[in-house]
């Protein structure tokens, strides 16, 4: 019985010394395959065929080969079909592989790949904002040109600006519109291959008097303020096409914006002057500038906060060797380097304060 054992054991030994049989590996009779176009740029609803050969190792063509395409990359760039017909679907890197294979043979595939680039198509229009028909003389405006492709494709070509009567209406490179005199000019605004031309008419101005509404009023941060902006003439009579430049400083610290429209929105709380300029032409090609300004106190979306500034006690005003009084944040404004009593109905005694 123990030599039964002995045997086994030794038995046991010597297969367990023997060299594992290597892996089973397919043969690969294709050796490579070429694509022409193997790179290649079109633009956006081209299209281009790719042609693949597949070779054995002595260089010989296989026209036995079946190719299959595939595509990789983002999912609108583009697309290839069955016969490799490569269509191009928006601004990007298309890779397309074409994978060879023998049929009925177990055999490895042959694997090569195409890049194609996929570029916009040229400027065809240009939009402009705002587009004025009509201004008052001395008055300006800023422009935006956006130059588009046929396919509603935002392009980033450079838009040039031209008058046709600077003496009238005058441009600058950045789009800076001033009506210089009353007459006609022709503005163009050109990028690429488009371009957007349109006529302007220049008026005498009248203005004498501007206004703008709310004059002052409080907001939580984050919400919008639509300011009206009116202008009169000397008889108080309103006065149309006025397009006033608008602008936003805050009165200490803080952060807000005003649209080309009066929009105001502000993102941190504080207090913001509002400011709309229209410009009034007078001789010798000189301008005097019309303003209306309007106040703006806003507030955290989450509450009015207070913090502790050295100011007069409250029911007295004395300005040195005070105690703090707690006070609304927004009961401080910066305007006068003076002390005056402000009206609030959050606090019993509040301030508004030069700081």
């Known amino acids: 019985m123990a030599l039964h054992l002995v045997y086994a054991l030794l038995a046991w030994q010597q297969s367990a010394q023997q060299p594992a049989p290597p892996p089973l590996t397919l043969p690969q009779p294709i050796a490579r395959v070429d694509l022409k176009p193997g790179e290649y740029a079109l633009q956006v609803g081209d299209t281009v065929r790719i042609h693949a050969t597949a070779y054995d190792s002595s260089g010989q063509a296989m026209p036995q080969a079946v190719i299959r395409w595939f595509a990789s990359g983002g999912r609108f760039e583009g697309a290839v079909d069955s016969t490799g017909l490569v269509s191009a679907g928006a601004t990007g890197t298309l890779n397309v592989a074409a994978v060879a294979t023998l049929p009925g043979r177990a055999a490895k595939s042959t694997v090569a790949f195409a890049r194609i680039t996929v570029l ?33 494709d935002r392009r980033y070509d450079r838009v040039t ?20 005199a009353p007459g006609r000019a022709t503005l163009t605004a050109a990028g690429g291959r488009a371009s ?11 203005v004498a008097r501007v206004t703008l509404t709310p004059a002052d009023t409080a907001i939580r941060s984050g919400d919008v303020v639509r300011f009206a902006f009116t202008a ?6 309103s006065v149309a096409e006025t397009r006033p430049e608008w602008a936003v400083s805050p009165v200490g610290q803080g952060y807000a914006t005003v649209d080309g429209g009066g929009v105001f929105v502000a993102d941190q709380p504080g207090t913001y002057r509002v400011i709309a300029t229209l410009a009034r032409a007078r001789r010798r090609r000189s301008s005097r500038s019309r303003l209306a300004t309007s106040r703006v106190r806003s507030r955290s979306s989450g509450g009015w906060r207070s913090r502790a500034f050295p100011a007069p006690s409250c029911g007295s005003i004395r300005t040195a060797n005070t105690p703090t009084c707690r006070l609304s944040e927004t009961a401080f404004t910066q305007s006068t380097s003076r002390i005056r009593r402000s009206r609030s109905s959050r606090t019993r005694c509040s301030w508004t304060h030069a700081w």
């Not at 240009?126 to 509603?152: C, H, Q």
């Not at 600006?161 to 210089?180: F, L, Q």
């Not at 957007?196 to 009248?206: A, K």
């Not at 009169?232 to 009579?237: G, L, P, S, V, W």
């Open 120 to 152: 916009p198509q040229p400027a065809a229009k240009i939009a402009v904002t705002p587009r004025p028909e009509r201004m008052l003389a001395g008055t300006s405006l800023v422009l935006e040109a956006v130059p588009y492709a046929a396919n509603n």
């Open 161 to 180: 600006w031209k008058s046709s009567r600077p003496g009238v209406v005058d441009v600058t490179p950045i789009g800076r519109v001033t009506a210089r």
């Open 196 to 206: 957007e031309s349109w006529t302007v008419v220049v008026t005498p101005n009248p």
């Open 232 to 237: 009169t003439d000397a008889t108080r009579r």
